[in-house]
T-cell receptor
Framework: DQQVKQNSPSLSVQEGRISILNCDYTNSMFDYFLWYKKYPAEGPTFLISISSIKDKNEDGRFTVFLNKSAKHLSLHIVPSQPGDSAVYFCAATHSGNTPLVFGKGTRLSVIA | EAGVAQSPRYKIIEKRQSVAFWCNPISGHATLYWYQQILGQGPKLLIQFQNNGVVDDSQLPKDRFSAERLKGVDSTLKIQPAKLEDSAVYLC????????????FGPGTRLLVL
């Protein structure tokens, strides 16, 4: 039973354009969501997060949008850069007290 | 600030053999996590320690996996005996007390069981 789903295994985007990575969740108890970025042979690194009391959080080129009614969140990267090429994981938790539940990840390739 | 250290980085063993992984968390981080990441999947929590006590080991296959954090700092994860399906990357992460939201991950140990 996958509680966090990233249905696109991969995404290719041209440099300078927008990258949109999607994530859906099924557990309505989740109230805090995170995006992690992972390069090959490295551990995931925290990128950006959002609490369920917000519908948008922005940090530089990265913006996360949360649609609670649809149980859907998305990560927007604008403009995309070749260094953004990595695997992006969506994760969710309840009140920060329950273990993070990760999606399967989406591999983003930014083409120069 | 030094990050989370893990060793070895790679390990190849035959099924039914034993293997152990080591993790040194970021200094001052009371909470330590071990995750298993199978190829094509997201990380899955195996066990969470707070200082030297176990907080959550509900997804740890206790018939073959064990973990300890004796002095509340370093931790070891052991598999005995290993099965083919244990082939995965084992990630260690740490965070400040009760701060699940900001975990810092180590580079992982890639295990191949033949």
């Amino acid at each position: 039973d996958q509680q966090v789903k990233q249905n696109s295994p991969s995404l290719s985007v041209q440099e300078g354009r927008i990258s949109i990575l999607n994530c859906d969740y099924t557990n309505s108890m989740f109230d805090y969501f995170l995006w992690y970025k992972k390069y090959p042979a490295e551990g995931p690194t925290f990128l950006i997060s959002i609490s369920s009391i917000k519908d948008k959080n922005e940090d530089g080129r990265f913006t996360v949008f949360l649609n609670k009614s649809a149980k859907h969140l998305s990560l927007h990267i604008v403009p995309s850069q070749p260094g953004d090429s990595a695997v992006y994981f969506c994760a969710a938790t309840h009140s920060g007290n329950t273990p993070l539940v990760f999606g399967k990840g989406t591999r983003l390739s930014v083409i120069a | 600030e030094a990050g989370v250290a893990q060793s070895p980085r790679y390990k190849i063993i035959e099924k039914r053999q034993s293997v152990a992984f080591w993790c040194n968390p970021i200094s001052g981080h009371a909470t330590l996590y071990w995750y298993q990441q199978i190829l094509g999947q997201g990380p899955k929590l195996l066990i969470q320690f707070q200082n030297n006590g176990v907080v959550d080991d509900s997804q740890l296959p206790k018939d073959r996996f064990s973990a300890e954090r004796l002095k509340g700092v370093d931790s070891t994860l052991k598999i005995q005996p290993a099965k083919l399906e244990d082939s995965a990357v084992y990630l260690c992460a740490s965070s400040l007390l009760n701060n699940q939201e900001t975990q810092y991950f180590g580079p992982g140990t890639r295990l191949l069981v033949l």
